[in-house]
């Protein structure tokens, strides 16, 4: 049996293109649905210090706050469901917990609790739930997904009740927990915050200035210059600051430039990461169009949202998994006259994106 | 899936070199790992079954498991390296002290009685030199049908590269005969830096013939589902297990949850009806 190593780990990409200007395009809503963000990054061609309108923006990404050892019944809380569940929307995802190998919880903001429980936890728990797309075999990890808004879920109700005695006494699941409030912030989470050790974050802005890069061409946005599979890898190397020269005396990389290319003598690539909610990045998208709208030398910029990595749900509450890698992330590449190109990445384990 | 598991660290009497095994399998991302004794009785001299040192004399903290927030659990485990088949034996109180027992048999008719009747947990498949015996479909079913795996052991290929041929050679003709199931990829690593991550593991696995997912699979649930047999076997038919308790005295009786094991709980005996005649 000979091995097939010609074959790559599967991944899917969805490119789309559309103008902001023209009424059917879905771009809000494709932002809208990817909850739980961990990193935003935008490339910026030939451009210096970081424009202020844009640091501004940058430095109003809500603050996140993050529970260490919240036990999850805790989120069931009555207090806690009225104050924040019931009013506005509540960004929730375990930290630390790898959803490949143990139990990861996600409260999405539209109520939907979802745990990602492996064979033992769910048997323990005794709530219903379905086994996971991605299994393959034997069932080992099953998803148990709950509608905190729904009636049967009202508190004292007979699914809130099992629930509840589920996590409280028999399943003890104990987690870290990343927690965000659009559009109260912290004050709606006061009272679930003051019982446990809590501590507030800011997202954290790292800014890199690039000099004499190579980078494709990318005129306007009608001509098909380069395939979307090469441009994204060569904007992931301009963000993790790889060569793309690959000179004969350098063996770390041979990542090459996608042709036709062009030459920017500067370059500015800016990243937040925390959990970052999509009406900040709505606002940052809105901010990057501003910009584009002034004649430049370079008319295109790019941005780059990552999922996490860990969540058991991305776009829209589809499940998510990790087989060799968990990326879910979306690029959005803007010009000058409203129009963009959006490309919508996924690994193995996930479900297709809108 | 389950935590990512390397069930064969090798034992050495270094402690600290025996540490930094443990610590960088905690810092790779290894949630459980097993330390490994290697016995190989000679008909020359009679040699003891080593004993196991307990956890906390090896290591005093155990280290938290990267990413993670949970310390790594450190297991016991024996290999028998066995070429007569006098050589293992299942009732010597020893072997009650391991939480694995693994043969490494090398004639054919070893690994057919180690694949159909012994009653362990992993097989260990020759890497260091060319199979002295054909792996077989029907004993290497009739093995992942009782729940006992093949383990593939990798160090011996980051070594040297003639063991490297031979591993993955090896390894193919195993993936041939069971088809990617029951198969476990654990390093048998003397040092730490033998060691390869889980997600290089699965990579590795590829090699080895086994899909994406089965490779996977083969770092993490089917160890899982060997530490399930191994704690099944140590029981009574899967219900209550004995221990020999810290005082000098008897032993004590105590029934673990019968979620652990896999085996269906066992029924009453009911006495025979009394016959009488009338």
Redesign the interface.
């Known amino acids: ?1 000979s ?1 097939d ?1 010609d074959q790559t ?2 991944s899917l990409l969805i490119s789309e293109r559309s103008s902001f200007l023209d009424e059917k395009s879905r771009i809000s809503s494709q932002v809208e649905q990817q909850h739980f963000n961990y990193k935003v990054s935008v490339l910026l061609p030939e451009c210096g210090p970081t424009p202020s309108h844009l640091d501004s923006v940058l430095n109003s990404f809500s603050s996140f706050y993050l529970i260490r ?1 919240l036990p999850i019944y805790e989120l069931l809380d009555k207090h806690f469901l009225e104050t924040a569940v019931y009013q506005g929307s509540v960004y929730g995802l375990s930290y ?3 959803v ?3 139990n990861c919880v996600a409260l999405m903001p539209n109520g939907r609790l979802c745990l990602s429980l ?1 064979k ?1 936890s769910f ?2 728990l005794g709530v219903e739930g379905k086994p996971s797309r991605f299994n ?3 069932n ?2 099953y998803v148990v997904s709950v509608d905190l808004t729904d009636s049967s879920m009202a508190p004292g109700g007979r699914g809130y009740l099992r629930l509840l005695t589920g996590l409280r006494s028999r399943l003890h699941l104990k ?2 927990f990343v927690l965000s409030h659009h559009p109260g912030g912290g004050a709606s989470l006061q009272s679930l915050l003051s019982r446990h050790d809590w501590s507030e974050h800011r997202p954290e802005i790292s800014h890199h200035a690039l000099t004499n890069l190579s980078c494709p061409a990318l005129p306007t946005s009608d001509l098909q210059s380069c395939d979307p599979h090469s441009f994204l890898e060569w904007l992931g190397a301009m963000d993790a600051d790889v060569s793309c020269e690959n000179s004969s005396s350098s063996f770390l990389s041979s990542l090459v430039c996608p042709e036709p290319k062009t030459t920017l003598s500067r370059a500015l690539s800016v990243s937040v990461c925390g959990l970052l909610l999509p009406q900040d990045i709505h606002r940052l998208i809105q901010e990057l169009r501003c910009y584009l709208e002034q004649p430049r030398l370079e008319s295109w910029a790019s941005l780059t949202v990552h999922g996490f990595v860990d969540s058991p749900v991305s776009w829209g509450g589809g499940e998510h998994g990790v ?2 890698g968990g990326e879910n992330l979306y690029t959005l590449l803007m010009f000058h006259d409203h129009t963009y190109h959006l490309h919508l990445a996924t690994g ?1 384990h996930d479900t297709c994106p809108p | ?4 598991m390397d069930l064969n660290l090798s034992f050495t009497a270094e402690r600290s070199r025996l540490r930094s095994l443990i610590e960088t399998a905690a810092h790779l991302g290894f ?1 459980t790992v097993a330390i490994n004794y290697v016995h190989e009785p000679t008909t020359k001299k009679k040699q003891e079954v080593p004993t196991p040192t307990p956890i906390n004399e090896l290591i005093d903290q155990l280290p938290i498991v990267q ?3 949970r310390p790594i659990r450190v297991l016991n485990r024996l290999t028998v390296v066995m070429s007569e088949s006098s050589y293992f034996r299942p009732a010597d109180p020893a072997y009650r002290s391991f939480d694995l027992l693994a043969i490494s048999p090398a004639t054919e008719k070893l690994f057919h009685a180690a694949c159909m009747s012994y009653d362990i947990d992993i097989i260990c498949v020759p890497v260091t030199e060319k199979l002295p015996f054909t792996l077989k479909r029907a004993p290497v079913n009739g093995a992942v049908d009782r729940g006992v795996v093949f383990e593939v052991s990798y160090s011996a290929a980051i070594r040297d590269s003639t063991m490297r041929r031979y591993t993955i050679a090896n390894a ?1 003709s195993l ?2 005969s069971c088809k990617g ?1 029951g198969v476990i990829l654990s390093s048998a690593a003397e040092k730490a830096l033998e060691l390869r991550g889980p ?1 290089d593991l ?2 590795l696995g ?4 086994l899909s ?3 490779a ?2 083969a770092v ?2 089917t160890c899982r589902s060997v530490l399930l047999h191994a704690e099944s076997r140590r029981t009574a038919n899967g219900i209550i297990y004995t221990t020999k308790s810290c005082s000098d005295s008897s032993c004590q009786q105590e029934a673990p949850d019968s ?1 652990l094991c896999d085996a269906p709980a066992a029924k009453r005996l009911r006495p025979p009806p009394r016959v009488t005649d009338s």
């Open positions: 049996m091995v190593l780990p599967r050892q630390r917990t790898r490949d190998e143990e492996d033992d048997q323990v393959h075999r034997a080992s990890r987690t870290d087989l060799r193995a | 899936m389950s935590v990512f949630s990413g993670r927030s193919n993936m041939e199931k997600y699965t990579n590829l090699l080895f013939g994406d997912k089965d996977k699979e993490s649930s979620e």
